[in-house]
């Protein structure tokens, strides 16, 4: 009789931002809006200060970019301690701009995210690291 093998899956429980551009960019918005409400990634980019502004939004997603991944890689690290096969973290909380860290991070284990930013942008990434972890 085959020995049995045991798959150790986590699923990542996290606050957060959604990662997605659906109404509008919500990575570049100092807060969660409510449904309805007007974010600074909608105003006319004809303002007075538009440049600082734009500037503004590009430093919050960094700060948000840097966040998430801290959080992803220390979780990472926790699970491949204890031998975790496959993570999966909640639909919308990974920015595609993290995946290729997160990869790295994922040592043997499986991860799954990010799968609603894959785009025309971002499949070419999605592709490699699909493939690098396959035939590892």
């Not at 974010?39 to 948000?64: H, W």
């Amino acid at each position: 009789m085959p020995a049995h093998t045991i798959l150790r899956a986590a699923v990542v429980q996290l606050d957060y931002q959604p990662a997605a551009s659906l109404a509008y960019p919500y990575l570049e918005e100092p807060a969660l809006l409510n449904e309805g409400e007007q974010g600074i990634a909608t105003l006319p980019p004809d303002l007075p200060n538009a440049e600082t502004l734009q500037a503004f939004r590009s430093e919050v997603r960094e700060a948000y970019h840097k966040a998430v991944l801290h959080r992803a890689t220390s979780v990472l690290k926790k699970l491949n301690a204890i031998g975790v096969d496959i993570v999966v973290f909640p639909e919308y909380s990974i920015p595609a701009s993290c995946l290729e860290e997160i990869g790295h991070a994922a040592g043997s284990a499986i991860v799954v995210a990010a799968s609603h930013t894959v785009t025309s942008d971002t499949l070419g990434l999605c592709n490699d690291l699909f493939i690098q972890r396959k035939f590892m």
